[in-house]
C-alpha cells in the first residue's frame, strides 16, 4: 500500500524524526542488484550449455547505450573491452519508465545506487565497491548537455549528463558517461562497461525465484510498511516535500529480526531499502552492506534452484530481467562479457565498504555530504595497481561479510 493510501490519516506527532533522514524515494537502489545478479547467476557454473545461443535471445530485451564519446574519453576507458583488468559501473536509477513512454519525454533522475564491480586480469573473482551517493565530488563541465561543471553530491553528476529528456537530451548515455568521468577524476578508476538497471528489473527476477533467503544481520523496523491494529497495511511514516518523515504512531512497522529468514519479493525489497537513521545506526552504509548482501542472497538461491544448469529456468530469469536493463558493452556483444566473466561466481566476489562503513563528513556547511577518508583513497588506489588483496589483508574490516 502506497502512502497515498492512508495520506487521510494525519501524523500523529508533530515531531520530525531526526535531521539525517533522507528522502525516501521509491524504488531505491534494488534495480542494480539484477544486473550483477544476472551476470553472475547465468554465466558462473553454467558450463559450456550454448551460453552464447542463450543470451543471442534472451538478452536481445537489453537496451544497447551508445556513448560514443569520441576521442576524449580516455579519461573513462582503458584499454580493451575484455581484455585485462575490468571495471564495471553499475547503477540504480529511477528512471520514471513507462512501458508505450519514450525515454526522451521521462524527466531525468539521480542515481539512486552507485557500484563499481572491478575485476582482475585473471576474470576469476570480483570486488564489488559501493560509491556514497552523497559524496561531495567535482563534477566536469558537459557541453553535451551545456553543463558548465561545478561542484555537487555523486548521484547529481548523472542528472547533469542525462540532460533534458523532454528537449532531446543524451539521455542515459549522457548520464553513464559524466558519472564515470566524475567518479575517475575522484578516484581514478576508469572504466570497461556500464549499465543501469531499474525497479521493474528487481521484482521479476525475485519473483521469478519465489523469494530469496537472507541473513538479517541486525533487527530493522521499517518506515515503509506497516500494520494498523486491526491487521491491515498501512506506511509508518509520512515524507514532506523535503524528505523529512513523520510517523505515524498507529502504524507499527513491519519488523525484520535477526538471523535467517527467507523473505518474499516484496519483503526483500522493503528490507534493503531501509536507511533512515532512526533505524540503521549506520543509515546509508547499512543499506549498502545490506544490497550486497541481498546481491550474494539472489545469487545463491538461483543456484540452488538450479539455473545454472537449468536453460528453461535460466532463459526464463534473463528474460523477465533484460528489460529493465541498460547497457553500455564498448562496442563488445553483451554475450561475449558474459562468457568473459563466467568464472566469477559468487562465492568468489569480495564486498568492500567505501570509508570503511562509516559516515565521513564533507567540510560543506548545510549539507549532509560525504568525503572520501584518506584510507578510501588509499583502496582505490589499490584497486586501480591490482594491489587491492594487500590491502583487504591490513584492513580486513572493510570486507562486507554476510553475517
Request: aromatic residues 8%.
Amino acid at each position: 500500500m502506497s502512502a497515498a493510501s492512508v495520506i487521510d490519516r494525519p501524523p500523529e506527532t508533530d515531531e520530525p524524526i531526526p535531521d539525517k533522514t533522507r528522502k525516501a524515494r521509491d524504488p531505491l537502489w534494488m534495480r542494480l542488484a539484477v544486473i550483477i545478479g544476472a551476470v553472475l547467476i547465468v554465466v558462473s557454473g553454467g558450463g559450456l550449455i550454448t551460453i552464447k545461443v542463450l543470451f543471442s535471445s534472451a538478452v536481445s530485451n537489453v537496451g544497447q547505450i551508445d556513448i560514443n564519446p569520441g576521442t576524449d574519453n580516455d579519461s573513462v576507458v582503458k584499454g580493451h573491452a575484455l581484455v585485462g583488468a575490468l571495471n564495471i559501473l553499475l547503477v540504480g536509477i529511477d528512471d520514471g519508465r513507462v512501458e508505450g513512454v519514450d525515454e526522451r519525454k521521462l524527466e531525468p533522475t539521480r542515481a539512486d545506487s552507485i557500484m563499481i564491480l572491478h575485476v582482475p586480469a585473471s576474470h576469476d573473482r570480483g570486488y564489488l565497491v559501493s560509491l556514497p551517493r552523497d559524496l561531495w565530488v567535482k563534477i566536469p563541465k558537459y557541453p553535451k548537455t551545456g553543463y558548465g561543471g561545478g561542484s555537487g553530491k555523486l548521484n547529481q553528476a548523472y542528472t547533469a549528463g542525462f540532460g533534458d529528456a523532454r528537449g532531446g537530451g543524451p539521455g542515459q548515455a549522457g548520464g553513464l558517461d559524466l558519472l564515470m568521468r566524475t567518479i575517475k577524476d575522484v578516484t581514478g578508476i576508469t572504466f570497461n562497461a556500464a549499465a543501469t538497471v531499474n525497479f521493474t528489473g528487481f521484482t521479476a527476477a525475485v519473483k521469478v525465484l519465489g523469494g530469496v533467503t537472507m541473513y538479517i544481520d541486525e533487527r530493522v523496523t521499517s518506515v515503509h510498511y506497516g500494520f494498523y491494529p486491526d491487521g491491515s497495511h498501512c506506511v509508518p511514516a509520512l515524507f514532506d516535500g523535503n524528505g523529512v518523515a513523520y510517523p505515524i504512531k498507529a502504524c507499527k512497522g513491519r519488523v525484520f529480526e535477526k538471523g535467517t529468514r527467507r523473505l518474499t519479493p516484496e519483503e526483500a525489497l522493503d528490507y534493503t531499502r531501509q536507511r533512515e537513521w532512526m533505524e540503521l545506526g549506520d543509515g546509508d552504509y547499512g543499506r549498502q552492506r545490506h544490497q550486497q548482501q541481498f546481491i550474494k542472497a539472489l545469487v545463491q538461491e538461483a543456484k540452488a534452484q538450479g539455473l545454472t544448469t537449468n536453460l528453461p529456468k535460466a532463459l526464463s530469469f534473463v528474460k523477465a530481467v533484460g528489460g529493465a536493463v541498460n547497457m553500455w558493452t564498448n562496442n563488445e556483444e553483451l554475450a561475449d562479457w558474459f562468457l568473459t566473466l563466467k568464472d566469477v561466481a559468487a562465492n568468489n566476489v569480495t564486498m568492500i565498504k567505501t570509508n570503511a562503513g562509516k559516515y565521513n563528513p564533507a567540510p560543506v556547511s548545510g549539507t549532509s555530504a560525504e568525503a572520501l577518508s584518506e584510507q578510501s583513497k588509499e583502496m582505490f588506489q589499490a584497486l586501480r595497481t591490482g594491489k587491492i588483496d594487500d590491502f583487504l589483508f591490513l584492513n580486513s574490516d572493510w570486507i562486507n561479510r554476510d553475517s
